[in-house]
């Protein structure tokens, strides 16, 4: 019997194209989109199965089959015919009084000046809150529509001995509840990223209840022992 050889196709480290499809939603610009399917014949044509656009954009040419359109600025310009969602994150007031109602908001934050015109409740479009609290407060609940907070949120709220975080709050960010002096336990059972200086100088914090599989942990915790 003579020697027969066996190909075997190896597709070991290529992309298909449901692979460079997922890739397309981190590309923030169009020449770099416009390279890319430059590199391989089968990727020309990606852009006829995009339904969205992962960076600003002034028509459908290069997305041609478009049904939701990502704002990612309020001065970008609205295609016609498609779905719009703004990504910027705007404050609640802007939201009322400028976000035209065929346009769904992804970040809408409730801050200090939204308290002063709409109240204590923080309402139910918000998913984000600024340094919203008063500085005096001792114990906070923060409501599970709300999922982010900006840098420094909690940071000087030197009376606060007590938080209940959003089951959806993943993320601490930079100096979220520095300087908080008051605080002796927390429960961040559900967050999966903790900023740098998250809890520095809360010198009376003793006890943290922290997920086993956070996956990122700056240098927050300075002086206190966890």
Known sequence: MGNT??????????????????VCRYINKEEDYIQMMMVNKKYKEIHKKM??????????????????????????????????ILVEVISYSTYMKEIDDDIY??????????KEEYGEKIENE??????????????????????????????????????????????????????????????????????DNCFSNCTRLKEIRMNKDIGYVGVVFGIVKV
Do not use: A, M
């Open 5 to 22: 050889t066996t190909k075997y196709k190896d597709n070991k480290g290529k992309l298909n194209i449901e692979n460079i499809l997922n």
């Open 105 to 114: 908001c992804c970040n809408i934050k409730y801050e200090e000046e939204d």
């Open 126 to 195: 918000c998913n984000w809150i600024g340094r919203y609290y008063d500085r005096e407060i001792t114990e906070i609940r923060i409501e599970e529509h709300i999922k982010q907070c900006v840098d420094e949120c909690f940071n000087g709220y030197t009376s606060l001995t007590k938080i209940e975080l959003s089951p959806h709050l993943y993320k601490l960010p930079f100096k979220c509840f520095n300087n908080c002096k008051s605080l002796i336990k927390i429960n961040i059972e559900y967050v999966t990223y903790i900023g």
């Open 51 to 84: 339904k969205y656009n992962p960076f600003s954009i002034k028509s459908k040419k290069i997305f041609p089959k478009l049904t939701n359109q990502f704002l990612y600025s309020r001065n970008d310009n609205k295609i016609k015919g498609v779905h719009h």
